[in-house]
């Protein structure tokens, strides 16, 4: 019971030059997409950028408070 060699065929996919057209799916109906996420998401998303824009605002006015300190 030797080992014979089995031939495979292989298959090589590969892209036209006259059609790059790689991802016209991604494009299609954009705002609608965002739309649908973020209606779907909101909740998180006001979870998660409410604290990071506080934060920045924050920030913001201590510095320029800062700034200010000095002239009086």
Do not use: C
Not at 41 to 67: D, M, R
């Amino acid at each position: 019971m030797g080992k014979q060699p089995v031939k495979l065929k292989a298959v090589v996919y590969a892209l036209s030059p006259f059609q790059q057209k790689i991802m016209p799916g991604l494009w299609k109906d954009l705002p609608g997409k965002i739309h649908h996420k973020v209606s779907e998401n909101w909740i998180s998303a006001t979870l998660l950028l409410g604290p990071l824009i506080g934060t920045y605002a924050y920030v913001q006015h201590f510095l320029e408070k800062e700034k200010l300190e000095h002239r009086y």
